[in-house]
């Protein structure tokens, strides 16, 4: 199947705010899933300085807020970009994939990046429009927790799992019970 948008936390702003991904500096961003899915990318915006890009970042899905952790690292492309209205800082919707997916089900979860990596080594930055989720820095260098944040904007990309209707269950089971009383016959 096709993959969708799971979760989408808003548009990239530009805003003269953003938040560091690289440098010791870790974001945790929570987003919900209204039913079991397989993640298998990420859409997010990002602040490099002119004629930078992102090449990977480190990425993590954890189970609680202000947890850090890394399930993998991932190529980074940029999908599109544009300047700020400063004009100083081109701004990117970068993307990466997750690998083979994970599987997680519904409820709330918290989105990680961090050790971000830029073509000329310079600081990359997770642009901040204050959605709807909520948000924290950290830098794991020094154990320095900075505390909620304004969120980032990013998507959730991946695929619904699928579940049988009811019907389809009974169907199944009705199956069963007419196989199970032809094999005693």
Do not use: E, H, K
Not at 16 to 32: K, L, M, Q, R
């Amino acid at each position: 199947s096709a993959s969708v948008v799971l979760y989408d936390n808003g548009p990239i702003n530009g805003t003269i705010t953003s938040f560091p991904i690289n440098f010791g500096w870790a974001v945790s961003d929570s987003f919900t899933l209204s039913q079991p899915s397989t993640v298998t990318g990420v859409n997010f915006g990002a602040w490099n300085l002119p004629g930078d890009t992102t090449t990977s970042v480190d990425w993590g899905i954890a189970n609680t807020s202000a947890t850090y952790t890394v399930n993998g690292t991932a190529a980074v492309t940029s999908v599109s970009s544009g300047l700020l209205g400063s004009g100083f800082f081109p701004i990117n919707t970068d993307s990466f994939a997750t690998g083979s997916g994970i599987s997680l089900g519904a409820g709330t979860y918290y989105l990680v990046l961090q050790n971000a990596v830029t073509g000329q080594g310079n600081a990359i930055y997770w642009d901040q429009n204050n959605g709807p989720s909520t948000a924290s820095l950290y830098n794991t260098q020094s154990n320095f927790d900075a505390g909620s944040i304004g969120s980032q904007p990013f998507q959730i990309i991946g695929n619904v799992a699928v579940t049988p209707l009811p019907s389809t269950w009974m169907m199944l089971l009705s199956g069963f019970v007419g196989l199970g009383f032809f094999a005693y016959r």
